[in-house]
């Protein structure tokens, strides 16, 4: 999930407001299917507006919101991960959930679970004394296993996800997505941290009693780097600022790579290291596509689509390792820059042709590959410790292809639609200038060939 995730206006609303049962309170609860594979956690509010949690083992979950649930619910997922849930209700204790998860709709017959869970007296938001909105807002649900899901605001904008399998001690977590927070929250006693009042009661049965709380939530830095179950490493980018596009005087400079202007991007990222390689993609996808499979395992998978990049990014958010994507345009080459302001991330360019040293020492392309791809991280990183973002493959975008515009950007995507997809950073069989930081290429999503690959980004605490 992005570290800026936005919750819908009734979500905010009921966070920030004494709670007022609505007139579907008796659907709030916890519901169960028969072969308890799926826990679904209820929440109506008083505008008829109703919050669904969904888990199988609390190690990880799904949150829906619906703004008007008198029809029956149905929402896409707060994460943005292209989920979706729909629930009707045949009674206050019967209902049938359809749930999309990756692309996979199951449905389940759900029962609302008659009992009251032993920490329920903890239930509630809970805020700074005298419920004042300074520092952070917190709305804690328990459940009958003796686990704890907290979610808190300081800005109802952002808001941060705790899990806690274990909440008899209190609460002591990270947050869920892997955003750089961690939750120590304890009830009734004294603690180093800010003092809490619960501020509107949860509406089940045994909750009414109010108590006090403390609470620290610590922010940690992000890792610097990332290693996944298939062996792709991550470097953590931080925000920052730089001019996108090449300047009038670039040698070999084409006209799409201006108005160069200012973007900043506002979050940070994690950049894959080097190019999915052909071992990573036949471990998740079960086949190799790449004309040159020969070069091995480490060399760059190739000859894929842009759909089919997309096809391998949606298995492996599958595998539950955080949120993977394309960098947009504006990542791919503040990444590639590491910094630099010339025409490759170490240098000027200095031929038009195949034969520039400052090229060589960083790309595979027409002076040095020969022809063919070659093993990734094999030639000198650039600053940030990123490999072969010039050269070897064409990398694939997220972003339609389109003109840029003088305006300074924040966090920009491309162009709203188009006929093509953008690939960055030259190739094997590429000239000098083809493979500059600047340069720039439309990409139909389905055109394929042996020189055009992809990196992928794990967004980011």
Known sequence: MNFRKRVSFAFLLALCTIFVPSAFAAYDG??????????????????????????????????????????????????????????????????????????????????????????SANQGIWKTPNCSSVNMNYYVQTYDTGSALVIGTADLVTYFVFLDPDMSDGIDTNEYSGLPYHLNMGFGTAGDGDTMQRCAEAPSEGSSVSSNAWCNLDIKPPVSEYTNSLGMTFNYISPGSFLMGSPDTEFQREEDEGPQHSVTLTQGFYMQTTEVTQGQWAALMGENPSFFSACGNDCPVERITWQDAQEFISLLNALGEGAYRLPTEAEWEYACRAGSTTAYSNGQILDDGCADLNLDAIAWYCGTAELTTHPVAQKAPNGWGLYDMHGNVWELCQDWYGAYSADAAVDPTGAETGSYRVRRGGALRDVTGSCRSANRRENSETYKSLDVGFRVVRNAP
């Open 30 to 119: 916890i519901w169960k299917n028969s072969n308890l594979t799926v826990n679904v956690y209820v929440q109506t509010y008083a505008n008829d507006s109703m919050l669904v949690l969904v888990t199988s083992d609390l190690s990880r979950y799904d949150a829906f919101i619906d703004g008007n649930y008198l029809d029956g619910f149905d929402a896409d997922d707060l994460k943005g991960e292209g989920n979706h849930a729909s629930v009707q209700f045949t009674g206050e204790s019967e209902a049938s959930l359809t749930l999309t998860l990756f692309g996979v709709e199951a449905t389940h017959q759900i029962t609302k679970f008659v009992g009251v869970p032993a920490q």
